[in-house]
């Protein structure tokens, strides 16, 4: 991949929260192979979380439902309140950025804007989906081994870079 090239890609699948379906593996694959830069959309959610309601991390009923309350507070406040604080991790002038944990419509809206910017669902089995309906560019079902996923991700990354969709 060309060190000039721009691409942002935003993944997305399972429920806000939710752990295992390989949205964060993904992201951080990015990070490791590709130089991405990671902005993690759920991380300011679950640090605010860890403070004002001093959520111990579990995932479980309670905890997932201490996340969403949380999600919906700061939303109310600006639908693009996490969007915003998640982005000012990012580095100005960043040419490759991950957004991992897209859930809402505004959130793939940020990155359809972007130029090159690029919505994945991930798919795995016994996980439940989004709760809203984004159209994406592309689905990596996320069954087998973590290399079998890591040569998905390739293979798109690949795809997407011997296409006219990104330039090199």
């Known amino acids: 991949m060309a060190n000039n090239s721009k691409l942002f890609i935003g993944f997305s699948g399972g429920f806000l929260g939710s752990n295992g379906v390989g949205k964060?593996?993904?992201a951080n694959y990015?990070?490791?192979?590709?130089?991405?830069h990671l902005c993690n959309l759920l991380h300011p959610v679950e640090e605010s979380a860890k403070k004002l309601c001093?959520?111990?991390?579990?995932?479980?009923?309670?905890?997932l439902s201490i996340l969403n309350q949380t999600c919906i507070?700061?939303?109310?406040?600006?639908?693009?309140?996490?969007?915003n604080i998640s982005l000012a991790s990012m580095p100005t002038g960043a040419?490759?950025?991950?957004?991992?944990?897209?859930?809402?419509?505004?959130?793939?809206?940020?990155?359809?804007?972007?130029?090159?910017?690029?919505?994945?669902?991930?798919?795995r089995e016994g996980f439940m989906s989004n709760f809203i309906d984004i159209i994406y560019d592309h689905n990596i079902t996320n069954r087998g081994s973590i290399n079998d996923?890591?040569?998905?991700?390739?293979?798109?990354?690949?795809?997407?870079?011997?296409?006219?969709?990104?330039k090199k």
């Open 24 to 26: 964060t593996t993904a």
């Open 149 to 166: 996923f890591e040569k998905k991700i390739d293979d798109l990354i690949n795809k997407l870079y011997n296409t006219n969709n990104v």
């Open 73 to 83: 507070s700061g939303r109310k406040i600006n639908e693009n309140y996490w969007l």
């Open 54 to 63: 001093k959520w111990n991390g579990a995932k479980d009923k309670n905890g």
């Open 95 to 123: 040419n490759r950025g991950v957004l991992d944990n897209v859930f809402f419509e505004n959130e793939a809206k940020f990155i359809r804007e972007l130029n090159k910017g690029i919505l994945i669902h991930i798919e």
């Open 30 to 36: 990015l990070v490791k192979k590709y130089k991405f």
